[in-house]
C-alpha cells in the first residue's frame, strides 16, 4: 500500500543545531516527494520537493532533503537552526502514476528550537 | 502572485447544518484540491477538481461534495454536520492537474461542530 511515515513525531533542537527531519516511503512507481510545512492555525507552505535528477534537493529557507531510493527516504535537513523554524513538517509523496492526484501525507513532525 | 485563498477562516456550525467552503486557486491554475485535517487524523485527501469537473474524491461519504466554477474556483459543501467534521480544510492548487505538478496551499478553513 502506498504511505509516508514520518517516525518522529515530536524533535527538540538548540537553535543553531542542524536537524534532520526523517521521511520513509512506500510507494510502486516513480515517487513524486514534496516537504511542507505548517506553522500553527497556518495552511501549508512547500520546502522543496523531488521529482527527477539530482538526489539532493535545495529549497526556501535553507532547507535541503536527499532522496535516496535504496532506502526509501527522503530526508529533510538543515545544516542551522532557527527559532523561526518551529512547526510542523510534512512529508508527502503524490499519487500522480495513477492519476489521482491527491497527495499521501505522513502524520508530521512537529519541531520545537529551544534557545 | 496572489496566492490559493479560502474564506471564510473560521466557522462555527451545530449538528446537522449544512457548510460551504470556498476557495480561490492561484492565476492560472485548473486544478483544485480539497484536504482534511482533523485532529488524530492527519491530511486526508478529498476531492480533486480540474476544468469544472470532478475527477477523483477520497474516502468520505457522500455528504462531502463540491463543485468547481469556470474561473476554477471551487466550493465544498458538507451536510448534515457530524461533530468529527470539525477539522481545519485545506484548498490546494495546481497548474495542470495531470501528472507531477505541485499543489500550493491556501491557510485554510477551520470548522468547529458543536
Known amino acids: 500500500a502506498q504511505s509516508v511515515t514520518q517516525p518522529d513525531i515530536h524533535i527538540t533542537v538548540s537553535e543553531g543545531a542542524s536537524l534532520e527531519l526523517r521521511c520513509n516511503y512506500s510507494?510502486?512507481?516513480?515517487?513524486?516527494l514534496f516537504w511542507y510545512v505548517q506553522s500553527p492555525g497556518q495552511g501549508l507552505q512547500l520546502l522543496l520537493k523531488?521529482?527527477?535528477?539530482?538526489?539532493l534537493v535545495q529549497g526556501i529557507k535553507g532547507f535541503e532533503a536527499e532522496f535516496k531510493r535504496s532506502q526509501s527516504s527522503f530526508n529533510l535537513r538543515k545544516p542551522s537552526v532557527h527559532w523561526s523554524d518551529a512547526a510542523e513538517y510534512f512529508c508527502a509523496v503524490g499519487d500522480f502514476s495513477s492519476n489521482t492526484g491527491k497527495l499521501i501525507f505522513g502524520q508530521g513532525t512537529t519541531l520545537q528550537v529551544k534557545p | 502572485e496572489a496566492g490559493v485563498t479560502q474564506s471564510p477562516t473560521h466557522l462555527i456550525k451545530t449538528r446537522g447544518q449544512q457548510v460551504t467552503l470556498r476557495c480561490s486557486p492561484i492565476s492560472g491554475h485548473t486544478s483544485v484540491y480539497w484536504y482534511q485535517q482533523a485532529l488524530g487524523l492527519g491530511l486526508q485527501f478529498l476531492l480533486w477538481?480540474?476544468?469544472?469537473?470532478?475527477?477523483n474524491r477520497g474516502n468520505f461519504p457522500p455528504r462531502f461534495s463540491g463543485r468547481q466554477f469556470p474561473n476554477y474556483s471551487s466550493e465544498l459543501n458538507v451536510n448534515a454536520l457530524e461533530l468529527e467534521d470539525s477539522a481545519l480544510y485545506l484548498c490546494?492548487?495546481?497548474?495542470?492537474?495531470?501528472?507531477?505538478?505541485?499543489?500550493?496551499f491556501g491557510p485554510g478553513t477551520r470548522l468547529t461542530v458543536l
Open positions: 490546494a492548487s495546481s497548474r495542470q492537474g495531470a501528472r507531477s505538478d505541485t499543489q500550493y
Open positions: 477538481y480540474d476544468e469544472g469537473e470532478e475527477r
Open positions: 510507494y510502486g512507481a516513480t515517487p513524486y
Open positions: 523531488y521529482f527527477s535528477g539530482d538526489t
